[in-house]
């Protein structure tokens, strides 16, 4: 079998080696554009557990990475002033150029045929493999020519990202934040085992264009770098490989195989590097790939289609978790009002793969400290020990629930039950008997304060006796329900009359809320600032709170997979607002409620039951 790999990155050499240790191809030969000796990029890092299926796969590889790099756990965050370190997960850190050497020698060792400063411009030169390979990144020749099929979708970050070294050592991940005249600069630096660090600098087109930096060369761009990260560089120079400053392409293809070619690595997925798993995803890559064409029973098709299926599901949740993470990055300027303890926990929770518990076991001491903080600024009381976030009160208006907890079951214990969907009232007078007082439930149990959710209706005097009884009822909070209509109908026709005609019959020292369906958006963040500006006009409207739901023709997420479409849209609104905000964002477990609440995305967030296991998850 002849198998011609196009592209040396780390999932080529890798691939390349495994499938002349395992026997699956006699003739393996790899083309790759640069030099052997070029110098292409500064340290990459591995998670923690990354370097697992390496060990599995080439003991000897892994043994000269691991002695290649260092490792670390804690993280610098600095921020207005402050310095703080948490310990988070684990990574090793190695130099690429070593990374690739390493696989490079290994794959020369096991026989490939390797062919550098070779540049590959049609598949037809290698019409005579059985099997093509595309480990040639996201610029990938070999899925430009099967365009139509590969069918990519690429979508490019608005902020831009150099990545540059640095001649001093930072010992851990260390994230620097900088306020400007220009805007924020973001640095982040991580060691690699060497005498010099990575350092990436993040910034917005528009402090890239403010700065000066979009017509700067890279020599300059450094200098003014250093001057900017003076105080963290300690007398250290910024040094730069000539690499242009470049907007993340966040790549996503229909299929990873067409016929015998097959795409690996980040030419058929990439992941933002703020989660540092690129390398560890192409090193996977090949392994399962390997894996798949070993039995050389299986036919080439069969095999190919396999490997896409086994490798689909962990690539989606990676990128992900990726996506959240630039997201977290792009719009860090909304939080840069968190007191330091609470940014710094956010920062270790930004792709939402992180959670409460996880902290806590990783850094206990930090998340006691920060548990205390977040008691002491809700009760306004010191408080050293503290129970979990989603414990603790929070005040709406005039209402003070005792904890975040949200429920529509009527459970006992929770901060506040919410009603399900009043039947709407008709839209044609029709007499006091319009207004059903049977359409409103009995109110949930004494120990949790109980909100009444009302249709939305312009029917003048249509709210005077729901409202009564609801009253009567004991339930402490309305909420307007809105969520049957788009919030581009909303932001066309604000319902401020209906709203204030609910005000005209609410008790004035009692909340009104208003409930809201997103997350079926395809550009989420146009539909985070519709929301924005719909819930300031509500606000204006008397609206102390909002409900952020998926509208009830989507389907809910399972039990170990959070709705980031909703809760995204919730940070958005409560920390560009300031309106408190109950999120329906699928969470089903108290720790993913203490992680919502505790990194500033909501305020109060609704507790799902999981539904009953399948037979299959028994």
């Known amino acids: 079998m002849r198998v011609d790999i196009i592209g040396g990155g780390p999932a080529g050499l890798f691939l390349a080696g495994l499938l002349r ?47 290649a790099g260092t490792s670390w756990s804690l993280v610098d965050i600095r921020y207005r002033s402050t310095r703080r370190l948490v310990n988070g997960n684990g990574f090793h850190g190695v130099p690429r150029d070593a990374l690739l050497g390493v696989l490079r020698d290994t794959a020369a060792d096991l026989g490939v045929s390797l062919h550098f400063g070779h540049r590959v411009h049609s598949l037809a030169e ?13 610029h990938s020749v070999v899925r430009r020519e099967h365009e139509e099929v590969f069918r990519p979708r690429v979508d490019h970050s608005p902020f831009r990202y150099a990545w540059f070294g640095v001649d001093r050592v930072f010992p851990y991940f260390t994230y620097i934040f900088r306020e400007t005249r220009w805007g924020l600069f973001q640095g982040y630096c991580y060691p690699s085992g060497s005498r010099w660090s990575s350092m990436i600098v993040h910034v917005s087109q528009q402090t890239w264009e403010r700065s000066g930096l ?70 996977e890559d090949a392994i399962a790939l390997a894996g798949e064409l070993g039995d050389t029973t299986r036919p080439l098709a069969e095999a190919l289609a396999r490997f896409e299926e086994s490798r689909r599901g962990t690539v989606a949740r990676f990128q992900r978790a990726s996506r959240l993470s630039a997201w ?12 330091p303890i609470q940014f710094a926990y956010q920062l270790m929770a930004r792709s939402w793969r992180i959670t409460h518990g996880d902290i806590a076991r990783r850094d206990p001491r930090f998340a006691a400290e920060f548990d205390g903080w977040f008691h002491t600024r809700a ?68 120990s949790s304060p109980a909100c009444i959710r009302l249709p939305l209706t312009d029917m003048p005097g249509a709210y005077h006796d729901l409202v009564k009884r609801a009253v009567a009822e004991g339930y402490a909070m309305a909420m307007l329900d809105l969520a049957e209509s788009p919030l581009t109908e909303l932001l066309e026709q604000p319902p401020l009359r209906p709203l204030a005609e609910l005000a005209a019959h609410w008790p004035h020292d009692a909340p009104i809320a208003a409930a809201l369906a997103v997350g079926a958006a395809a550009d989420p963040a146009t539909e985070s600032q519709q929301a924005v500006t719909l819930v300031r006009s509500l606000a ?52 993913q409620v203490d992680t919502v609440v505790a990194a500033g995305w909501a305020d109060l967030c609704v507790l799902r039951c999981p539904p009953e296991p399948t037979e299959q998850e028994i």
């Not at 993340?248 to 795409?263: A, D």
């Not at 977290?328 to 007191?339: A, K, Q, V, W």
């Open 214 to 283: 979009a017509s700067m060369d890279t020599h300059a761009a450094a200098r003014l770098c250093e001057e900017i990260f003076a105080e963290d560089l300690d007398g250290g120079a910024i040094l730069s490989d000539g690499l242009p400053w470049a907007r993340f392409p966040n790549l996503e293809c229909r299929t990873w195989h067409h016929g015998n070619t097959v795409l690996i690595g980040d030419a058929a997925h990439t992941a933002h590097w703020s989660i540092g798993s690129g390398t560890r995803l192409a090193i």
């Open 540 to 591: 204006e409207g008397g609206v102390k709170v909002v409900l952020l739901e998926a509208p009830r023709s989507i389907a809910a997420p399972t039990p170990r997979e959070w709705d980031a479409r909703v809760v995204r849209v919730a940070d958005a609104v409560r920390n560009e607002t300031g309106v408190a905000v109950i999120v329906d964002g699928g969470t089903h477990s108290l720790d």
């Open 328 to 339: 977290y990055f792009e719009n860090i300027d909304r939080y840069l009002g968190f007191e």
């Open 21 to 67: 240790r395992n026997g699956t191809a006699d003739d393996v030969r790899l083309f790759e554009r640069h030099a052997a000796d070029a110098s292409r990029g500064w340290g990459v890092v591995f998670p923690e557990g990354a370097l697992d299926a390496l060990e599995r796969a080439d003991p000897a590889a892994h043994a000269a990475v691991t002695a």
């Open 126 to 138: 290698h019409a005579g493999a059985d099997l093509v390979v595309g480990a040639d990144g996201v």
């Open 379 to 446: 009760t306004g009381e010191p408080t050293q020990i503290a129970p979990a976030p989603a414990f603790a009160p929070v005040r709406i208006g005039s209402l003070r629930l005792p904890n975040r907890v949200v429920t529509t079951e009527g459970a006992s214990g929770s901060g506040l039950v919410i009603t399900e969907p009043t039947p709407p009232v008709p839209s044609a007078p029709t007499g006091p008997a319009s207004t059903d007082p049977e359409a409103i439930p009995p109110a949930a149990p004494e």
